[in-house]
């Protein structure tokens, strides 16, 4: 998923458009990742070697089985007691130990099934590629992320200048007004029209009785 390549911005590729995608469609997944915090720790381990020590812990154990049969028992020996106890305890462990191991290896084959892996596959391996899959959407999910807040601060900044080339537009005709002589004639002509506008509207003018005309007589 990752050699896979966006033609517009080949420094995306399909884990950036998956992150995405769960962004906008399924929301309550996007943190799945910090769900699955055990995955890193199973890659480092195999199962055949955790296998070699429950078999080391068996060995072990059959030792001092074999210790306590062979021995005398001395009631004044405070060994003895120690031993009995260790070996009763052990025992329970390990046998939970083997019973877990052997439901981790069911549990193992089945997801190799699940993910169509050969079933010789090392479960280490398969955990190192689920992980390496987890860093991955992390890291695409924080580069969608910054690429967004990129994109917003472009927008702002390409907005921001087409108003400023608007007002620079601006300042240059009135500029170029004022030096041609133009302003001051069409600033004379408007002025003189809103004079006009302002006593044909005046209410005072408006409401004003007309007097009678005078008449001289010639004397």
Do not use: W
Not at 68 to 82: E, F, H, R
């Amino acid at each position: 998923m990752m050699d896979l390549k966006s033609s517009e911005n080949p420094k995306c590729n399909l884990i950036h458009y998956l992150a995405e995608f769960i962004k906008d469609n399924f929301q309550h997944l996007v943190d799945f990742p910090s769900r699955m915090m055990n995955v890193y720790p199973a890659s480092r381990e195999k199962i055949n070697f955790i296998q070699m020590d429950v078999t080391d812990c068996k060995t072990g154990l059959r030792k001092v089985d074999n210790f306590l049969s062979a021995s005398n028992q001395d009631p004044g020996d405070p060994i003895y007691p120690m031993l009995t106890e260790f070996q009763k305890n052990a025992s329970k462990y390990i046998s939970k130990l083997e019973s877990n191991l052997e439901k981790t290896k069911t549990k193992i084959d089945k997801l190799l099934e699940y993910l169509c892996e050969d079933s010789k596959t090392e479960s280490d391996a398969v955990f190192d590629i689920i992980h390496r899959f987890l860093t991955a959407f992390e890291k695409a999910k924080d580069d969608n992320l910054r690429r967004k807040q990129l994109e917003e601060k472009q927008k702002k900044q390409s907005e921001r200048a087409t108003q400023n080339n608007t007002n620079d537009n601006k300042m240059d005709s009135l500029l170029s007004q004022l030096a041609t002589g133009e302003a001051y004639s069409k600033n004379a002509v408007d002025a003189r029209s809103r004079k006009a506008e302002q006593r044909k509207s005046s209410p005072m003018k408006r409401n004003m009785p007309k007097l009678p005309a005078l008449k001289l007589n010639a004397t």
